[in-house]
């Protein structure tokens, strides 16, 4: 049995993850459960490091060439912000077009409950509860089966997932749902027995998925996920004091998308990690998450202080304020500074990845 995958906290551990990257095996295995994937996407989706950071110590390592699949997994991450950027809350609905094929909005109680049968897919599910990460074949293979063949709406099952996830990241949720449901994609996606039993290394057979792509199409709802549930979802945020403001400094706002320990180093100033309850009632994490983000930050930025409050109570303590730019930043006040993009010269909206990637590979060449 595998151990489970760890996420250190401290900057130099993280480091030393990007460094220990292999390129080429990275390339040939990805697809798979046990493959050479990075497990960078907690650090990269709470900003503690950048994706020009990661690109630039790969290159230079395994040169353009080799590192091209790992730059365009990257791509994928920054193409979702990209369109996050432009569309804004409508990430949340059907994007390009509806989604086909919906019985109802709800959560199938066998996928939370980790039970539907799909060896594969349950361990994966029981693997996200304890250790906040699931593998993206895992994540692509649960919609797959809560939207095409349960037929959930996409939205509900986004936002569970989302909850326990250490890399959380709206757009990268949403948009990946979307894709796999078919309302950000020419059509759904699915997988089916043999497929999954190649990439997750499990020898099951009979299953509600061993079926060919057509008959998997065309099937009703099996018997165990018809049971559906609201989904009751909510975040425990600390209580905290009203932060201490040195009036005569800047201050500095950090959230749970921007941990990035390097922001304004030099700076003497104040720092808060704000966290708004307005935005963990509408987007719930786990007290798991929320720990991850809290360590995040005390661990990496000196004197940093936790707020729990709304943006506005902050201003209120002072105007002085500088934050990065995000699309859930929209409603801070303040100096905005930019973010550190990959391909910061392919900012326009592209529908589609593929095209996206075009464009930016006249840059990466
Ligand atoms: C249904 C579903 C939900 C997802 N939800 C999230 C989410 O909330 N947050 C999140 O960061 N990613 C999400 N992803 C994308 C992807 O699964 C994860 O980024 C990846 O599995 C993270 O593991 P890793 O760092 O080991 O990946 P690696 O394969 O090592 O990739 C390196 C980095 O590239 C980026 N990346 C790789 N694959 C993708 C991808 N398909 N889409 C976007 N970026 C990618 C990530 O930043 C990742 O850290 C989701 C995918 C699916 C199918």
């Known amino acids: 049995m595998n151990t489970p995958i760890q996420f250190p906290t401290n900057y130099s551990a993280i480091i030393e993850r990007i460094e220990q990257i292999d390129a080429k095996q990275y390339e040939r295995t990805r697809n798979f459960f046990n493959g050479a ?8 989706a709470r900003g503690v490091i950048q994706l020009p950071q990661i690109k630039e110590i790969v290159v230079a390592k395994y040169g353009r060439y080799i590192s091209e699949k790992l730059v365009q997994e990257l791509a994928w991450r920054e193409f979702f912000q990209r369109v996050w950027q432009h569309q804004e809350a409508s990430i949340f609905t059907d994007l390009k077009q509806e989604q086909i094929k919906v019985a109802h909005r709800l959560m199938p109680s066998n996928i939370e409950a980790a039970n539907t049968g799909i060896l594969a897919i349950d361990r994966a599910i029981k693997n996200l509860y304890d250790t906040g990460y699931m593998h993206n074949h ?3 293979y649960t919609a797959m ?3 095409n063949i349960a037929q959930a709406h ?3 099952p986004a936002k569970w997932m ?3 996830l250490l890399d959380g990241d709206l757009a990268s949720n949403m948009l990946s749902w979307q894709w796999v449901a078919g309302s950000f994609s020419s059509k759904k996606y699915y997988a089916n ?3 999954i039993n190649k990439y997750a290394g499990s020898q099951q057979y009979h299953t509600l998925l061993d079926h060919s792509y057509e008959e998997l199409a065309n099937k009703g709802i099996p018997a ?3 049971d559906i549930h609201e989904l009751t979802l909510s975040t425990i945020l600390p209580s905290t004091p009203t932060p201490t403001i040195d009036s005569s400094l800047p201050t500095l706002v950090y959230n749970s998308y921007n941990l990035d320990p390097y922001w304004n180093k030099e700076l003497t100033a104040n720092r808060i990690l704000l966290l708004e309850p307005a935005h963990f009632d509408k987007y719930p994490v786990s007290k798991k998450v929320i720990d991850f983000v809290i360590a995040l930050a005390q661990t990496n930025i000196p004197v940093i202080q936790i707020y729990t409050g709304s943006f506005d109570s902050l201003y209120t303590l002072t105007s002085n304020i500088i934050y ?3 699309p859930l930043s929209n409603h801070y006040k303040g100096k905005m500074e930019s973010r550190a993009w990959l391909f910061e010269h392919v900012h326009q909206y592209y529908g589609s990845f593929f095209s996206y990637w075009k464009k930016c590979e006249r840059y990466y060449q």
């Open 37 to 44: 994937v990075t497990y960078l996407s907690p650090y990269i």
């Open 138 to 140: 895992a994540r692509m």
């Open 145 to 147: 089966l809560t939207c």
């Open 154 to 156: 996409w939205l509900t």
């Open 162 to 164: 989302y909850y326990h």
């Open 193 to 195: 027995q043999e497929n």
């Open 224 to 226: 165990d996920l018809q």
């Open 324 to 326: 990065k730019e995000h």
